[in-house]
């Protein structure tokens, strides 16, 4: 892993790479205990808690808060609620009725207009539905996302532990690496989901630090994802970290 590591340090650093190969998954590299324990607080697994752990601690050091436990919580437990406890790296966009699809997605105007008959169409069929709520064409001012070409909604649908959506911001992380955004979204790899998270915490919600210092979980979650979307999850996971290791 201290290859990878190695190279999404020195990538993160540089303003704008010119290249740089595809980081390949290596070996974990030790993680303080606490740290561990934060992880597995936020709801990750005991038996995957110390590759999530070692991929965040580099990822902490690069960008400046290892020593920020708050600001670490935070961004831990929006990354364990948006991607289920580590679990899954891609959006499913797949919805079993027409009611949950409303509830999700309601305020849409591509579902907005549709009738329930329509609707009923997107049921179990998460690339059709994608392709509807993440086209800019059906997103409010202030809420697109880069998706202006066929089939953006469904390949820039939410990536990696924090489910970064969207062209816009999937190509602005690629340029970032030195890859392509097909390149991107195709990785599964920890270290690079870790700094993903991170960099869009510190770097692109430039408000996140000083509200999770404040450890405001409201202000955090609408930097992270524009609203409250699932605000009682993340604050029960933010509270079953500080109670773990007394941040």
Known sequence: MKFLLDLLAAIFKRPAPA??????????????????????????SPDRAPVV?????????????????????????HCAHESG?????????????????????GSNRGIARLSDAEVDELVNNPVVLANIVYDDANRAPGYKLGNTQPGDGWKFRGWGWPQLTGR??????????????DTLVAMNDPATFAHAAVWFAMEEKRNFADAAERDNIVLTTKAWNGGQIGLEDRIKRRERIRQQVGV
Do not use: W
């Open 168 to 181: 816009a911001i999937i190509e602005k992380l690629a340029e970032r690496l030195g890859i392509s955004a």
């Open 85 to 105: 406890n580590f679990t899954f790296v891609r959006e499913s966009t797949s919805y079993s009725s027409v009611q949950r699809i409303r509830a999700v997605f």
């Open 53 to 77: 752990a070692a991929a965040f601690a580099h990822a902490f050091e690069r960008f400046g808060v290892a020593d920020r436990p708050l600001v670490q919580a935070h961004i831990l437990a």
């Open 19 to 44: 290249a740089a190969p595809v980081p390949e998954p290596a070996p974990d590299v030790p993680a303080g205990d606490q740290l561990v324990r934060m992880v597995t607080a936020a709801g990750c």
